[in-house]
C-alpha cells in the first residue's frame, strides 16, 4: 500500500504543480522541485524507499529519452539555412567554454577537488527542452533568435550528458586503485567513447527511424498501433545504443526525432501529439522523482558560496560563453545578449547529478555528498531567475511582448476585417491569414497585417511572426477545416487561447461530426456562427465600442444599448477579453465593450457618439 500511495502521489504532485505553475504564470519546474522536496525529504509523505529501487535510473533514462525525442520532433534542417554557424558554435564552443569556466566556478567557489570541479562543470553545461521550450512558447521571440535557442537547449542535452559521462569515466580510469593509467590513456578513453556515442547514434537512430516511417508509409500497422510503434522503438533504439556506450540513448532519441521530423513520406503529427501529452506527464513525474529523493542533511554542504556560484553561471559564464560562441556570426548584439540570459538547467542536469552522486563515493567521499544538492540548487536558481525574468529582457531587447494579448484572426473575409480593424484601433496586435488573395489585399488596404497563407502548412511558423499575439480566432466557414486548424496549432497556442465560430446558425458547434476535443472555444458564444456575423455586418449591423461608466451584466447591457446589441470582446487596459462558450466576463467601470448593433438602433440611443474608425462609434452609456 505505501508503494501504491507514493505512485499516486508523485502522479497527482506532477500533474498539480504545473496546473498551478499555468494558473500563476510561473516557472513549473521550480514548482515541481519543491513539491517533490516538501513530500520527500521534508514531510515524509512519500516514502524514501519506494524512490531507492533498481527500477529508478533505468525509469528515468528512458523518460529523458523521450522527451529529447519530442525535442528533436520540433527540429527543422531547413531552419540551420541562416543560423546554422550560431548553433553549431554553441553546442562546439559554447559547451566548452561553458565547461571549463563552469569547473573554474566550481573549484573557486564550491571548494572541490579539480576532478570533481571538472564534472560538475561537465553536469551543468545542459539547458534543455524541458525548460527552454516552456519559455520559448511563453515569449514568442521574434525572429531567428527563437530558432538558435531552441536548437540549443533541445541539442546541447545529449551533448552535455556524454560530455559529463566521459569525464566520470576519465576520473574512475584515473583514481581507480592501483590503477597505472596516465593523461594519453584518459585521453584516447574519452575519444573513443565520444567516437561510438555519435557512431551508435547515428546508425541505430537513423535505422529506428527509417523502421517507423518504412512500416507507416506502407501501412503494416493499423492507425491505433503508430505511438505504440514508435514508442518501442524509440525504447529499442535507446536500449541498444545505451549498450554500446553509457549517455549514447540521449543522442539517439534526439537523432530520431530530427530524421522523423525532416522525412516527407508520413506525417508525424499525431506521434508528435502523443509524445507531448506524455513529456509533461514524464516531466512531471521525474522531478518529484528525484527532488523526493534529496536528504536534508546533505545540504548541509552548500550555502552561501552556492549563491555565489548561480550569479557567476548567469553574469560570467554563460555571457562568455555565447560571446565566443557568436563572434563572426550574423547575430546582433540584441541577439547575443538575448542568448546570454538564456540558459536555466533542467532535468538531464538533475537525473545525471543524482546517479553520479553514488559512483563518486569511492574517489570523493566527502565533497561528492555535495555535488547533488549543489546540482539541485543551481537549477532552482537559474530556472528563478531566468524564468521570471526571460519575458522583460526579451520584451526590452524588442524580441517579444511579456504579456501576448494579441489575436490572430484565420478567415480574412470583409466582415472579419472590420473587426480585426476596431481591435487594432484599440491598441490590440492582430494578424490576419487566408488563402485567399483578394481578402489579403482588401486587409492590407485597410492597413491590416495580413497574409497569403494555408493556416494547416507545417512551415506556418516561418511565414508568420507571432510575437505579442496569444489568442487563436478560426472565423472559416468550414467546421472541419476549422477543427483541423484548431488542433494544428494547438502546438503553439495554449487550448484556452483557441477559439472556433461555428459555420452556420442553428447547429449546436458541440455535437456533430467533430469531437470536443478536436476543436477550439465556441467564439462568442452559442448564438454566433459565421453566417450570422457575415449577414449581420453585410446589411444593418455595425461594429461599435462603448465604455461602461458601472458593472454591468449582460442584461444591464443590452438594456442600455438594445436587446440586439451582442457583445464580442472588452478591452481592460492592455487585457483583451473573449466572450466565447467557456467565459463569459462581467464588464466593469473603465472596460471598453467591442460589439455588434443595428446602425438604426444606435442612433436612436440619447449619447453623443464619436467615430473611432470607419463603420465603428464610439458610445458613451449612460450612467
Request: charged fraction near 15%; charge should be negative; include cysteine.
Amino acid at each position: 500500500m505505501t508503494f501504491l500511495f507514493g505512485v499516486a502521489l508523485i502522479l497527482i504532485l506532477g500533474v498539480g504543480a504545473q496546473w498551478l505553475a499555468w494558473q500563476y504564470n510561473l516557472p513549473s519546474i521550480l514548482l515541481l522541485l519543491v513539491a517533490g522536496f516538501m513530500a520527500g525529504p521534508v514531510f515524509g509523505l512519500i516514502d524514501p524507499a519506494v524512490l531507492q529501487g533498481k527500477w529508478v535510473y533505468p525509469f528515468v533514462s528512458i523518460s529523458i529519452g523521450i522527451i529529447l525525442f519530442e525535442g528533436g520532433l520540433n527540429l527543422r534542417l531547413s531552419e540551420l539555412r541562416e543560423v546554422g554557424a550560431p548553433i553549431l558554435n554553441l553546442i562546439t564552443i559554447g559547451v566548452l567554454v561553458t565547461w571549463l569556466a563552469g569547473a573554474g566556478a566550481v573549484y573557486l567557489i564550491e571548494d572541490f577537488r579539480p576532478g570533481l570541479s571538472l564534472l560538475t562543470g561537465a553536469i551543468l553545461v545542459v539547458t534543455g527542452p524541458t525548460v527552454i521550450m516552456p519559455l520559448l512558447r511563453e515569449i514568442r521571440p521574434e525572429g531567428r533568435i527563437g530558432v538558435v535557442a531552441k536548437w540549443e537547449g533541445i541539442t546541447i542535452d545529449p551533448i552535455g550528458a556524454i560530455l559529463a559521462t566521459l569525464v566520470l569515466e576519465v576520473l574512475l580510469l584515473l583514481y581507480e586503485p592501483g590503477s597505472a593509467a596516465g593523461a594519453v590513456a584518459a585521453t584516447l578513453r574519452v575519444l573513443e567513447g565520444l567516437s561510438i556515442a555519435i557512431a551508435a547514434s547515428l546508425v541505430i537512430g537513423g535505422i529506428a527511424a527509417a523502421a517507423i516511417v518504412y512500416t507507416l508509409h506502407r501501412r503494416l500497422v493499423p492507425g491505433y498501433l503508430h505511438n505504440p510503434l514508435t514508442l518501442t522503438l524509440l525504447v529499442a533504439a535507446f536500449v541498444g545504443a545505451e549498450a554500446l556506450q553509457h549517455e549514447a540513448g540521449l543522442l539517439t532519441a534526439t537523432v530520431m526525432g530530427v530524421a522523423l521530423a525532416n522525412q516527407s513520406y508520413v506525417p508525424v503529427n499525431r506521434i508528435t501529439e502523443f509524445k507531448e501529452n506524455l513529456q509533461v506527464l514524464l516531466l512531471g513525474v521525474l522531478f518529484i522523482v528525484l527532488s523526493a529523493r534529496l536528504d536534508l542533511a546533505t545540504f548541509e554542504y552548500v550555502g552561501g558560496r552556492t549563491v555565489l556560484l548561480i550569479g557567476a553561471l548567469i553574469l560570467l559564464v554563460r555571457p562568455l560563453a555565447v560571446l565566443l560562441s557568436c563572434a563572426g556570426t550574423k547575430l546582433s548584439w540584441d541577439e547575443q545578449a538575448f542568448l546570454a540570459w538564456l540558459a536555466p538547467r533542467g532535468i538531464v542536469a538533475a537525473a545525471v547529478a543524482s546517479l553520479f552522486g553514488f559512483e563518486l563515493q569511492e574517489i570523493f567521499p566527502n565533497a561528492a555528498e555535495a555535488l547533488v544538492p549543489v546540482v539541485f540548487l543551481v537549477i532552482v536558481g537559474t530556472v528563478a531567475v531566468y524564468g521570471l525574468t526571460i519575458p522583460y529582457v526579451a520584451s526590452w531587447l524588442g524580441f517579444a511582448d511579456p504579456n501576448p494579448e494579441g489575436v490572430l484572426f484565420v478567415g480574412a473575409e470583409t466582415w472579419v476585417q472590420r473587426i480585426a480593424e476596431t481591435l487594432q484601433t484599440l491598441g490590440v496586435t492582430v494578424q490576419l491569414v487566408d488563402t485567399n488573395p483578394d481578402h489579403v489585399d482588401q486587409a492590407r488596404a485597410r492597413g491590416l497585417d495580413a497574409h497569403r497563407t494555408d493556416v494547416l502548412s507545417e512551415d506556418i511558423l516561418e511565414d508568420l511572426s507571432l510575437s505579442g499575439i496569444g489568442r487563436l480566432l478560426i472565423t472559416i466557414p468550414n467546421d472541419e477545416v476549422a477543427s483541423l486548424a484548431a488542433l494544428h496549432l494547438s502546438e503553439i497556442f495554449d487550448v484556452n487561447e483557441i477559439f472556433q465560430l461555428p459555420a452556420r446558425s442553428g447547429r449546436d458547434p458541440r455535437e456533430g461530426d467533430v469531437p470536443e476535443h478536436l476543436r477550439g472555444h465556441v467564439l462568442f458564444g452559442e448564438e454566433a456562427s459565421c453566417t450570422q456575423l457575415r449577414d449581420w455586418l453585410d446589411h444593418e449591423h455595425e461594429v461599435f465600442v462603448v465604455e461602461v461608466t458601472a458593472p454591468m451584466s449582460r442584461t444591464d447591457f443590452k438594456d442600455h444599448l438594445g436587446t440586439e446589441a451582442f457583445p464580442m470582446f472588452i478591452v481592460r487596459g492592455d487585457q483583451l477579453i473573449i466572450f466565447s462558450d467557456a467565459k463569459s466576463e462581467r464588464p466593469r467601470a473603465g472596460d471598453k465593450i467591442v460589439f455588434l448593433a443595428p446602425r438604426p438602433q444606435m442612433d436612436e440611443i440619447d449619447a453623443a457618439s464619436v467615430p473611432v474608425v470607419e463603420d465603428t462609434a464610439h458610445v458613451d452609456t449612460p450612467a
